[in-house]
């Protein structure tokens, strides 16, 4: 009788943990299109068993049987799927059916398009499904995501927007679920610090622009969840990969470096303004020196910055649109892959 008695106590400590795991996996379910997230590490945290333990970002994988590059998918969710199918690497039921293979999606996921959180709930269960299979899916900040995090709304669209106000409603529901548990932390107002109206914002994307500003601001929950997971810069075996591109100065400042500190500034350690090397049209996610028209290409200055690298023999980049399609450059040190792909901004190839 003693023994039955701790047991049901036993179980009853466990309860309120069950039931957020229960609610975020609802939630999960409600706003990402039906997608049930694969298990993953469980959290030290008692108060967040849903979510994984934080590691220090990998800056550094050993060079892989099959490395594939995506480039800019800005917010098309069926886009995104052509060109990973046409790369093998999901099957017909959107499963991850690359094996062993690492891809590396250079950023830009959000904007220009009507299914950002959908995409991003997607790469995410690639990256557990990847992950158990023995391959990687690796993804990577851009300057739409910084742009973003910052409250820079300029290429939202419509529908983007109320993607994020459903996303809202859900999370919010979710969190009063939660809120009935005695034995949960109360969750805090995500709203909080939020104005309840901005000038010149037109009330009927209001409610859009206020539950962006909540989800993706630094400690947004959906900044938290998925944009906290990227890194900024990566080497892949002989090829280092970044959205915009790199100079002398970055690797000088540390490769590492940079990826722990756009993770804790996306955490919401490090205050609201980007870290400095992520503004500016020389920034690691703005810069154009090797993705312009060929004649316009600083070569030296890559075949430079590529020898502070060791090992490093060219630099895989998107966001400029190559409108012929993938290409490379500079004696095949520059490797452009930003197609244009959501029909957002150009509708290009796969």
Known sequence: MENKEENQKELCKHIPNLLSSFVDTFVDFSVSGGLF?????????????????????????PAPDRLIA???????????KQALRL?????????WAGGSA???????????????????YFL????????????????????????NIEGDFRYVTKLGLKEFEDWAYWYCLGNEMKSLCAGLEKPRNMYDGIPMNFRGVDSQILHGIRARIAALRPNGPIANKFLSKNVTVLVVGDSIFVHGGLLARHVEYGLERINEEVRDWISGLMGRAAPRYCRGR??????????????????????????????????IMGHTIQVDGINVVCNDRAVRIDVGLSKGCGDGLA
């Open 124 to 147: 995410e269960k690639l990256r557990r499904e990847a992950m158990k299979d023995g391959g990687n899916f690796v993804t990577m900040n851009g300057n739409h995501e910084i742009m």
């Open 87 to 95: 790369a093998g690497l999901i099957d017909g039921s959107d499963k």
């Open 37 to 61: 997230l694969p298990s993953q590490k469980p959290s030290l945290d008692p108060q967040k068993p849903h979510e994984e333990t934080p590691l220090s970002l990998q800056t550094r994988y």
């Open 282 to 315: 020389n920034a690691v996610v703005w810069l154009r020196k090797y993705s312009d028209v060929e004649k316009n290409c600083d070569c030296s200055m890559l075949e430079h910055v590529l020898s502070t690298v060791p090992g490093v023999k060219r630099m």
């Open 102 to 120: 690492t891809v590396v999606q250079v950023g830009d996921v959000l904007d220009r398009g009507d299914d950002e959180i959908k995409i991003l």
């Open 70 to 80: 995506i480039g800019d998918l800005h917010g098309d969710l069926e886009k995104s």
